[in-house]
C-alpha cells in the first residue's frame, strides 16, 4: 500500500484571491538535490492520523478548524519583523520538513498548447527558485515521490468566489526508510491563462503555503500577504523570509497530537 492510498488525517486549505498582478519536470535540479535522494524515495504506508481539519481564507487572513482542536499559533514577534503569529499550526505540529520534494505537472511539448503550457511552467519554476534559496528542495518525475504535488488548473469555485490559486494540505503517516512518521502532502493548483507575472506571483504565494506558511501577512509588500497589492510580489520580502526562517526552527510534526 502507498501513501496515496491511505485516508487523509489532516486537511488544511488556503483560498488565494486573484493576484494584482517547459515542461520538463526534472529541468529545476541542482547538484545538491542528489544529497537528499532518500528524502525522496517512494513512501509506504503506515497507520492513518486521527481525522482533523484546518482551513484558512485568504480574503481575511483568518484561520478556522474543526475536528481535533489545533495548536495555538505563537505570539507575535515583538520586534514585528516577521508575521509568525498569524500561521496556523496543525494538530500535530509545524508542517515543515528540512527538504521538501516537488512535482510539477507535465504539459505539452508540441502543438498549439505547447506555447501556454511553457509559459505556466516557467512562470511556476521562478517561483520554485525563489523559495529554494532558503528550502533544500528537489524536483521529482513521480508525484508518489513528493510532498508538493503541482497542478495546472483553475481552482474551483468556492464560497461562489474564483481564484486564481489554492494550496491544500493533508497530513499522512508514512514511511521512507526508518520509522512511520507524520509527513504533509500539499495539492497547489495554479491557473494558467494569466499574465506570466501574475502567474509566477501566485505560485510564489502558494508555495510559500506548501513549504509550511499556512497563515497571510497584513502586508501587502510580502509575497505571503492576504490581500494582493497592485504589483504582482515577484520576491520574498525581508518578512517573508524571517517568518520561513523562524518557521524552519520550529519542531515538526509529531506522531501525536
Given at each position: 500500500?502507498?501513501?496515496?492510498?491511505?485516508?487523509p488525517?489532516?486537511?488544511?486549505s488556503?483560498?488565494?484571491?486573484?493576484?494584482a498582478?517547459?515542461?520538463?519536470?526534472?529541468?529545476?535540479?541542482?547538484?545538491?538535490?542528489?544529497?537528499h535522494?532518500?528524502?525522496?524515495?517512494?513512501?509506504?504506508?503506515?497507520?492513518?492520523?486521527?481525522?482533523?481539519?484546518?482551513?484558512?481564507?485568504?480574503?481575511?487572513?483568518?484561520?478556522?478548524?474543526?475536528?481535533?482542536?489545533?495548536?495555538?499559533?505563537?505570539?507575535?514577534?515583538?520586534?514585528?519583523?516577521?508575521?509568525?503569529?498569524?500561521?496556523?499550526?496543525?494538530?500535530?505540529?509545524?508542517?515543515?520538513?528540512?527538504?521538501w520534494?516537488?512535482?510539477?505537472?507535465?504539459?505539452?511539448?508540441?502543438g498549439?498548447?505547447?506555447?501556454?503550457?511553457?509559459?505556466?511552467?516557467?512562470?511556476?519554476?521562478?517561483?520554485?527558485?525563489?523559495?529554494?534559496?532558503?528550502?533544500?528542495?528537489?524536483?521529482?518525475?513521480?508525484?508518489?515521490?513528493?510532498?508538493?504535488?503541482?497542478?495546472?488548473?483553475?481552482?474551483?469555485?468556492?464560497?461562489?468566489?474564483?481564484?486564481h490559486?489554492?494550496?491544500?494540505?493533508?497530513?499522512?503517516?508514512?514511511?521512507?526508510?526508518?520509522?512511520p512518521?507524520?509527513?504533509?502532502?500539499?495539492?497547489?493548483?495554479?491557473?494558467?491563462?494569466?499574465?506570466?507575472?501574475?502567474?509566477?506571483?501566485?505560485?510564489?504565494?502558494?508555495?510559500?503555503?506548501?513549504f509550511?506558511?499556512?497563515?497571510?501577512?497584513?502586508?501587502?509588500?510580502?509575497a505571503?500577504?492576504?490581500?494582493?497589492?497592485?504589483?504582482?510580489?515577484l520576491?520574498?520580502?525581508?518578512?517573508?523570509?524571517?517568518?520561513?526562517?523562524?518557521?524552519?526552527?520550529?519542531p515538526?510534526?509529531?506522531?501525536?497530537?
Open positions: 500500500m502507498t501513501a496515496r492510498a491511505l485516508a488525517a489532516v486537511l488544511l488556503v483560498l488565494c484571491l486573484p493576484a498582478l517547459g515542461l520538463q519536470t526534472g529541468g529545476l535540479a541542482s547538484p545538491a538535490d542528489g544529497l535522494a532518500a528524502a525522496c524515495a517512494p513512501a509506504t504506508a503506515g497507520q492513518p492520523l486521527p481525522a482533523a481539519s484546518l482551513t484558512a481564507n485568504s480574503s481575511s487572513g483568518a484561520n478556522a478548524s474543526s475536528g481535533a482542536s489545533p495548536r495555538l499559533p505563537p505570539p507575535a514577534d515583538p520586534a514585528g519583523g516577521d508575521y509568525r503569529h498569524r500561521l496556523q499550526p496543525t494538530p500535530f505540529g509545524w508542517p515543515r520538513l528540512d527538504h520534494c516537488v512535482w510539477i505537472e507535465p504539459g505539452a511539448t508540441e498549439p498548447a505547447a506555447r501556454w503550457d511553457q509559459a505556466w511552467h516557467q512562470a511556476v519554476s521562478r517561483a520554485l527558485d525563489t523559495w529554494r534559496e532558503l528550502l533544500p528542495v528537489t524536483v521529482v518525475d513521480e508525484p508518489e515521490r513528493a510532498q508538493v504535488l503541482v497542478w495546472r488548473r483553475r481552482p474551483a469555485l468556492r464560497g461562489g468566489r474564483a481564484s490559486g489554492r494550496a491544500e494540505l493533508e497530513l499522512w503517516l508514512v514511511q521512507r526508510g526508518g520509522e512518521l507524520p509527513e504533509p502532502r500539499v495539492t497547489v493548483s495554479i491557473s494558467p491563462g494569466q499574465r506570466p507575472e501574475a502567474m509566477q506571483a501566485t505560485a510564489l504565494h502558494e508555495l510559500g503555503h506548501a509550511g506558511l499556512w497563515g497571510h501577512s497584513d502586508d501587502p509588500a510580502d505571503m500577504a492576504a490581500v494582493p497589492g497592485p504589483v504582482p510580489v520576491g520574498l520580502s525581508r518578512r517573508d523570509r524571517a517568518t520561513l526562517q523562524w518557521l524552519q526552527r520550529q515538526g510534526l509529531s506522531p501525536s497530537p
